[in-house]
């Protein structure tokens, strides 16, 4: 089974509002990731948060860890047509190092 | 960005083939992973390795199989493919605890 899972699995929102998204995990990692998919391409990554850590941003990007609620969330301010792809989480449950991928959500931003 | 590569990037094949698809990187990863991803899912992983002469078997059974002689170079081969076996492979690699490095991915269609 999948360690993560992405919610909602879609989403649709107007260009210039904020998107968020959320992972839940079920067991301890070492740290989570999340990707950015365009439609039938390879995954690119956007921020890794380690488990000791509970925010971390990177331009319109700010990810939150609560390990105790085993839950991340990704937030995109200001959101721009470009945005539009699908986004995942992954993590490394049990110390191996292996990225296990959720469902993923699915974002449209309307221009 | 990503110095991992994969090829084919389209594939059609009838059944029964036999097929390799390549994956290389020049980053020198001791990691590499082959996931297995249909259209607006989740990606299964399905294989994966430690280094050279190491090859695992991920959680989604796959009949393809994996080699790694060499660092850079970790190919995936189906002895004979089948209609099932449509799907998009994806590889990627990574240093440990780190982020993955993904390539474009190979579309397979099994007629």
């Known amino acids: 089974s999948q360690q993560g899972e992405e919610d909602p699995q879609a989403l649709s929102i107007q260009e210039g509002e904020n998107a968020t998204m959320n992972c839940s995990y079920k067991?301890?990692?070492?740290?989570l990731q999340w990707y950015r998919q365009n439609s039938g391409r390879g995954l690119v990554h956007l921020i890794l948060?380690?488990?000791?850590?509970r925010e971390k941003h990177s331009g319109r990007l700010r990810v939150t860890l609560d390990t105790s609620k085993k839950s991340s969330s990704l937030l995109i301010t200001a959101s721009r047509a470009a945005d539009t792809a699908s986004y995942f989480c992954?993590?490394?449950?049990?110390?191996?190092?292996?990225?296990?991928f959720g469902r993923g959500t699915s974002l449209i931003v309307h221009p | 960005e990503a110095d991992i590569y994969q090829t084919p990037r389209y594939l059609v094949i009838g059944t029964g083939k036999k097929i390799t698809l390549e994956c290389s990187q020049t980053?020198?990863?001791?990691?590499m992973y082959w996931y297995q991803q249909d259209p607006g899912m989740e990606l299964h992983l399905i294989h994966y390795s430690y280094g050279v002469n190491s090859t695992e078997k991920g959680d989604l059974s796959s009949e393809s199989t994996v080699s790694r002689i060499r660092t850079e170079h970790f190919p995936l081969t189906l002895e004979s493919a089948r209609p099932s076996h449509t799907s998009q492979y994806l590889c990627?690699?990574?240093?440990?605890?780190?982020?993955?490095?993904f390539g474009q991915g190979t579309r397979l269609t099994v007629v």
């Open positions: 948060i380690r488990s000791n850590e």
């Open positions: 992954a993590t490394d449950a049990g110390g191996s190092y292996i990225p296990t």
């Open positions: 067991t301890s990692i070492n740290n």
């Open positions: 980053m020198g990863h001791d990691k």
């Open positions: 990627a690699s990574s240093e440990y605890g780190d982020r993955a490095f």
